[in-house]
């Protein structure tokens, strides 16, 4: 059914959500994969849909207001979909974990780091004694003494609980990471120890990776595949050298063009003209259109689809259409 | 170094400590520099360094406690508190966050009218003109005429941010201390923003002094950079001069540590162990130094020597430029 060497498949996901201003959407038809030991880098800013995506794997969207609307998202070639919620259970923590984007709030500030390890490793049926010992020896493999497992939150710096963070979700040895902006909320300094840290642990492991970044720079240094989204639909995909080398959609330019240089002088910034659109009110056909400098009348009736372009990379824009499919239309 | 021209910001030996129950909080430490008019100085550091207090006592937001700041050439320290008020129609802030520094229960027009009112350089009765200013200005930042009587929560960051700069600029001032005003927007939203701010740096002859801790946008930015730890200036010289010869050890690790967006770029990176240490009754001595791998005993103790390693790139190292 689906590719083995992928770990993780998703096609066409549909996710809204139900609010008095109207409906959401907020996953537009997201296709995206991940082969086993691999890193990917999901892009995308504030509204993307990154978050959504994330939560949709792990089947944490809050129903109401959310509701999976269409798609598939094959995690070892099953259906994580049409999984019973008693079965999640025992995927989520043992086999996909997540890292939060905010170290200072998802951490339980009247339970100590010690226990809050503990926790996910007693879940998933190993003795009060096994958990204990496997929350140190988690504390120590993110470099803090395991004498400090019966502290509490506050007496841990940001980048500390960040750390614990991450040894909260690699307890189980999951086979699959979601982290979700792990170090946005960290100066880089702190960030730099964080990152170097995750791309150990990842080796040891042979964990595959979904990072949600805003960052360029963090996916540039630390993935080997990238998915640029905007407006719900992942619009361009590939390896890493694939988009940093050759970015193809108007969108993943203007992202590119909108960095400052720290190796060339410019003078002036190339943005994107225009605000991202109201996922209540998405345009017609593609939804980058009205900022798009290539923008034709066709891209508003445009049935959006996603073209290969050679190799891996794929892009979702009506100037990568192959001719034989012009001519069809 | 001022004989030719008044600088239009010069900060001499300030600092400001905040007394905890712990003892002392030396938030910035003795911290010197001067701003010619038209140009922007970047002030980069880690969250705690310093930075946003360095910005706030300079405008006496917040009381420094001891030091001098002299604005075109009058000392800013012994204002009397109505000549303070009436120094800050020059002397403007933006501030971070878009979401939390407007107050939600006024219109745009209403936010950027009332410096204008305050200030007594608008009556209140004189509706018509406030309405032709506050226009003037929306135009100037780039916000739709349409926005005018919105209401912050109606609005994205990116126009947000635009209302904070419109309130700072509508008093017309010469000097403007932007703490992180590009950090909480989207890096495409963060760019228009950018260029607004160059561009009104040109047709206004704004001095800037920028806070960041974002170093591409402070290279981007910048005419010169100076760089804090812990409330003390480490690192002060031209901003492609920093990038080209980072000369203290902390900015050589900052500036190792960035991200670049090219997989192909490699460089020797620097991995700074442990975190920043407390500003409260800090030890004597680099306060860097128990992180820098250049250190030997002299750092740990006595004044650290601030040394000018190549014309106006100053330096407060016992080694400055040790690869």
Known sequence: ?329 | MAEKSVPTLQVEHLKKYFKTKKGWLHAVDDVSFSIESGQTLGVVGESGCGKSTLGRTILRLHEPTSGKVYFNGEDVTAFSKARMKQARSDMQIIFQDPYASLNPRMTVSQTIAYPLIIQGKYDARDKEGIAKKVREVMDMVGLAQRLVNTYPHELDGGRRQRIGIARALSLEPKFIVCDEPVSALDVSIQAQILNLMQDLQQQLGLTYLFITHNMSVVKHLSDNIMVMYLGQMVEFCEAKQLFRNPCHPYTQALLSAIPVPDPDYKTERILLEGELTSPINPAPGCRFAKRCRYATEQCFGGETPVKEVEPGHFVACHFPGKR
């Open chain 1, 1 to 329: 059914m689906a590719d083995n060497d992928n770990i993780l498949e998703i096609r066409d996901l549909k996710i809204v959500y139900k609010t008095q201003e109207g409906v959401v959407e907020a996953l537009n038809g997201a296709s995206l994969s991940l082969k086993r030991g691999q890193t990917l880098g999901l892009v995308g800013e504030t509204g993307a849909g990154k978050t959504t995506l994330a939560r949709g794997i792990m089947g944490l969207i809050p129903k109401p207001p959310g509701q999976v609307v269409g798609g598939e998202i094959f995690f070892n070639g099953t259906d994580l979909l049409k999984a019973s919620e008693h079965d999640m259970r025992k995927v989520r923590g043992a086999q996909i974990s997540m890292i939060f984007q905010d170290p200072m709030t998802s951490l339980n500030p009247v339970m100590t780091v010690g226990e809050q390890i503990e926790e996910v490793l007693r879940a998933h049926g190993r003795s009060v004694k096994e958990a204990v010992e496997g929350a140190h020896e988690m504390l120590e493999m993110v470099g803090i003494p395991k004498e400090r497992a019966e502290e509490y939150p506050h007496q841990f710096s940001g980048g500390m609980k960040q750390r614990i963070i991450i040894a909260i979700a690699l307890a189980c040895n999951p086979e699959f990471l979601i982290a979700d902006e792990p170090t946005t909320a960290l100066d880089v300094t702190i960030q730099y120890q964080v990152l170097v840290m995750m791309q150990k642990l990842k080796e040891q492991f042979n964990t595959s990776m979904l990072m949600i970044t805003h960052d360029l720079g963090i996916v540039a240094q630390n993935c080997d595949y990238v998915a640029i989204m905007y407006a719900g639909q992942v619009v361009e995909y590939g390896a890493l050298r694939e988009i940093f080398k050759d970015p193809r959609h108007p969108y993943t330019l203007g992202l590119f063009g909108s960095i400052p240089s720290l190796s060339e002088d410019t003078d002036r910034l190339t943005p994107i003209e225009g605000m991202p659109p109201d996922p209540t009110r998405l345009p017609t056909g593609c939804p980058f259109h009205p900022r798009c400098q290539y923008a034709t009348e066709a891209c508003a009736q445009w049935k959006s689809e996603a073209y290969p372009v050679g190799g891996e990379h794929t892009v979702r824009c009506l100037r990568f259409q192959p001719a034989e499919k012009r001519e069809e239309a």
